[in-house]
Nanobody, 116 residues
Framework: QVQLVESGGGLVQPGGSLKLSCASS????????MKWYRQAPGKEREWVAT????????TYSDSMKGRSTISRDNANNTGYLQMNSLKADDTATYYC?????????WGQGTQVTVSS
């Protein structure tokens, strides 16, 4: 019954923006730390951002250069990753990850392609 579904990816031109969503069900979303990861072809999975269970302590990887904002709406059991000033190197499959209470949940990923 646990479900974690990312959406919002797609094709965007360099310099554009996307807002990814992570909709959850089947568990207590507000009890879990949420992280975003990405994985590009031929590369290892890379951590992007983290936010605490109630929206505190947002942190970001240096590679994002202040271009992303992680947030969550616990009332709707949904997390977000806003990305701006996108570049070709941001092309990857983006995954949300919920961690807590001895559990580790992953979504199926959403594809982001940055290209002209």
């Amino acid at each position: 019954q646990v479900q974690l579904v990312e959406s919002g990816g797609g094709l965007v031109q360099p310099g554009g923006s996307l807002k990814l969503s992570c909709a959850s069900s089947g568990f207590t979303f507000s009890s879990y730390t949420m992280k975003w990861y990405r994985q590009a072809p031929g590369k290892e999975r890379e951590w992007v951002a983290t936010i605490g269970p109630t929206g505190g302590s947002p942190t970001y990887s240096d590679s994002m250069k202040g271009r992303s904002t992680i947030s969550r709406d616990n009332a709707n059991n949904t997390g977000y990753l806003q990305m701006n000033s996108l570049k070709a190197d941001d092309t990857a499959t983006y995954y949300c990850n919920l961690v807590g209470a001895g559990s580790n949940f992953w979504g199926q990923g959403t594809q982001v392609t940055v290209s002209s």
